[in-house]
């Protein structure tokens, strides 16, 4: 599917390019909202799904948008952050659909040891999914 194909304003597909956590691109594609999970198409390869019940948690600052994946997820655990000119709108629209559906972004439990908190072992740098 080409990104030239889907028009800025579409009301669930969005344009996206994901970059690490230094910003560089590492490639671009289409996201889209559907009413179970999320889908990246690209022009590379397969395209790459997270089901809503496998996101700890998202969120959006200006023009980026990112989650994080559990390890249920096709990619496994990680954290995947997205250029997006409507970031916010993406935002909304995956809280929206959340609500809809009553579904909970939980947190996995912080194992403690030693009274202080030890982070599960989760990639702290944005994929390529």
């Known amino acids: 599917m080409g990104s030239d194909t889907v028009p800025d304003n579409h009301r669930n597909k969005f344009k996206v390019i994901n970059v690490?956590?230094?910003g560089n691109e590492l490639g671009s594609g289409i996201?889209?909202?559907t009413d179970t999970e999320l889908i990246l198409y690209t022009r590379k390869r397969d395209s790459v799904?997270?089901?809503y019940l496998c996101l700890r948690r998202y969120g959006y600052d200006s023009n980026l948008f990112s989650f994080e994946s559990g390890?249920?997820?096709q990619t496994g655990q990680g954290?995947?952050?997205f250029k997006c000119a409507r970031a916010e709108e993406l935002f909304n629209m995956l809280q929206e659909?959340?609500?809809?559906n009553s579904i909970n972004v939980v947190e996995e439990p912080v194992v403690e040891r030693n009274n202080h908190q030890t982070e599960l072992e989760v990639p702290r740098t944005p994929r390529t999914p």
């Open 20 to 22: 690490d956590d230094d």
């Open 49 to 51: 799904k997270w089901h």
């Open 31 to 33: 996201m889209e909202l």
């Open 97 to 100: 659909i959340m609500q809809n």
């Open 71 to 73: 390890r249920r997820c």
């Open 79 to 81: 954290i995947f952050a």
